[in-house]
């Protein structure tokens, strides 16, 4: 890591920073393999701190001679790949005919940084396999596929189970599809046993490989239906149970209103976090990857900076939609992160990144004045947003009003406050998040009344406000929040302001503002 960027993360970021942000009963079989626990270790140079969870990572895999690489579903990343068991890469390489085909992988295991020399250093990260779930050479469709349960199968007669909810669905033969309910199940990390009221399904860990089919399973099935037994393969169920974790996570400063930063957390486990700043654009970009460690941490690694070789741990804890991390290892030191730690939010632009083009969209006149009344939910929202920040709130007043402003059917919360200069005021917007007020943008300068554009972007409506100067400057959406000041916003002409006006009495929450 550059002197720059480590001056920027310890020293700058923590100083001014981020609160202020936004940012045995029977079961159906659908979980992957057993997680293992995460352990804390010592670090050390290139080591995370933490040994995180295992998960099912499925893509194209290539095993060549020297080096074997995975590209994950649905990405153009690549991972290399090392297996911890020689015997299982030696049994998956006689599966493939030719060296270098691609064939369709689901693996179990978690990622670590690569080596910096060598050939691993031209990836962002090493993907150790734990397990083979299953292999087959359906390259191209293989990622297509739904994700399933577990399900076991056989030849001589053909059989088949899968699970549904409580139950285990099985077919002999040619005849109809069965259903049998779940009597009890023992799920371990070597043997799953499935009780029935006539019968037992046991998986053992070994390699499995069917006559002829060229695919390699993860398990050996023994299938026993009224005294009756089958043998076969069977894989497990092939959902990554951590991609809840996705999305974009941000956070601006409160102190230096110019710059903020965002985290994406991608659903191949690769991973980006850009610095910057509104006046100059961005600052610096690092990518990686992250990983669940448990069910309420993450660990994300950054191993590029701006090109560069680097492997910067991040350990947050939290939520899916608030994750705080209290300190940074950087290739094997560990800095602590200032003013109690990192704190990022999660954003409802994470589904919308995609539409960030800007789209004109009419709306007819509509006017809406501020409140000083009270409202628990407001008052709620105003104070958890201090403690995040750990300021006390002092004298501070407030007015407040409602709207969509993305028209998903709820409305978004605005509140004016008493924190005023030459240029205006300060103004908080708070989304709903699952019925509770989630911080999603600061805006600087704010003068009222003022308006909704014309345009929207990435599902939200454009602000338009008046400036000194006597032009409108338009705030649109980022797709993470609106920019952090209105003299940071984009000169329009009057064609540019729509109809509908919000904080139309023009009250300053100063003198008629409601105490918080």
Not at 35 to 56: G, H
Not at 136 to 156: E, K, L, N
Not at 190 to 203: A, D, Q, S, T
Not at 231 to 247: F, I, P, R
Request: neutral net charge; glycine residues 8%.
């Amino acid at each position: 890591m550059t002197s720059g960027i480590k001056s920027l993360i310890f020293s700058c970021l923590p100083l001014v920073f981020l609160q202020a942000c936004t940012v045995s009963q029977p079961t159906t079989d659908t979980q992957s393999a057993k997680p293992t626990d995460a352990r804390m270790e010592k670090p050390s140079n290139n080591t995370p701190s933490v040994r995180p969870q295992t998960f099912m990572l499925r893509g194209q895999l290539v095993l060549s001679s020297d080096i074997q690489t995975i590209t994950p579903c649905n990405s153009n990343q690549q991972f290399i790949v090392r297996f911890v068991d020689p015997h299982e890469l030696s049994q998956a390489k006689d599966q493939i005919p030719h060296p270098n085909q691609p064939v369709y992988a689901e693996l179990i295991g978690n990622l670590e940084a690569p080596d910096e020399n060598g050939p691993e250093g031209d990836f962002r990260a090493r993907f150790k396999v734990a397990d083979i779930n299953i292999l087959t050479p359906d390259a191209r469709t293989g990622c297509q596929q739904v994700t399933h349960s577990t399900r076991a199968s056989g030849h001589d007669p053909d059989w088949s189970v899968r699970f549904q909810k409580n139950r285990l669905l099985y077919r002999i033969g040619k005849k109809t599809e069965h259903s049998t309910p779940l009597q009890a199940t023992r799920l371990g990390t070597e043997e799953r046993r499935y009780e029935l009221n006539n019968g037992k399904l046991i998986l053992e860990g070994r390699l499995c490989s069917p006559d002829n089919s060229g695919s390699l399973f993860g398990w050996n099935s023994l299938f026993t239906l009224n005294k009756q037994t089958y043998h076969g393969c069977a894989s497990l169920a092939n959902l990554d149970t951590t991609l809840h974790w996705t999305g974009l996570y941000q956070a601006s400063s409160t102190q230096n209103r110019d710059f903020s930063v965002q985290m994406q957390l991608h659903a191949d486990h690769t991973a980006t976090t850009s610095y910057h700043y509104q006046s100059s654009g961005e600052a610096g970009r690092e990518s990686g990857f992250w990983q669940q460690i448990d069910h309420q941490r993450i660990q994300v690694v950054m191993t590029r900076y701006q090109g560069q070789k680097l492997i910067a741990e991040r350990i947050f804890s939290g939520d899916p939609y608030q994750l705080t991390a209290t300190t940074e290892t950087v290739n094997g030191i560990a800095y602590p992160i200032k003013d109690g730690g990192l704190t990022l939010f999660r954003t409802q632009a994470s589904q919308k990144i995609g539409r960030l083009l800007p789209q004109t969209r009419t709306l007819e006149e509509q006017t809406l004045s501020s409140s000083s009344e009270y409202r628990p939910d407001v008052a709620k929202a105003l104070q958890h947003y201090f403690q995040l920040h750990r300021t006390p709130i002092g004298d501070t007043r407030y007015r407040w009003l409602k709207f969509d402003l993305n028209r998903d059917g709820k409305e978004e919360l605005l509140a004016l406050m008493n924190w005023c200069g030459k240029q205006g005021c300060t103004m908080l917007v708070f989304e709903d998040e699952q019925g509770k007020w989630r911080f999603n943008s600061r805006i600087n300068g704010v003068s009222t009344p003022f308006n909704l554009g014309t345009r929207q972007q990435a599902g939200w409506q454009e602000l338009v406000f008046p400036e000194h100067t006597g032009q409108p400057r338009a705030l649109p959406y980022t797709g993470v929040s609106y920019p952090t000041s209105v003299e940071n916003g984009e000169a329009v002409s009057s064609g540019r302001v729509g109809k509908i006006t919000l904080f139309r009495d023009g009250l300053s929450p100063q003198e008629k503002g409601i105490k918080l």
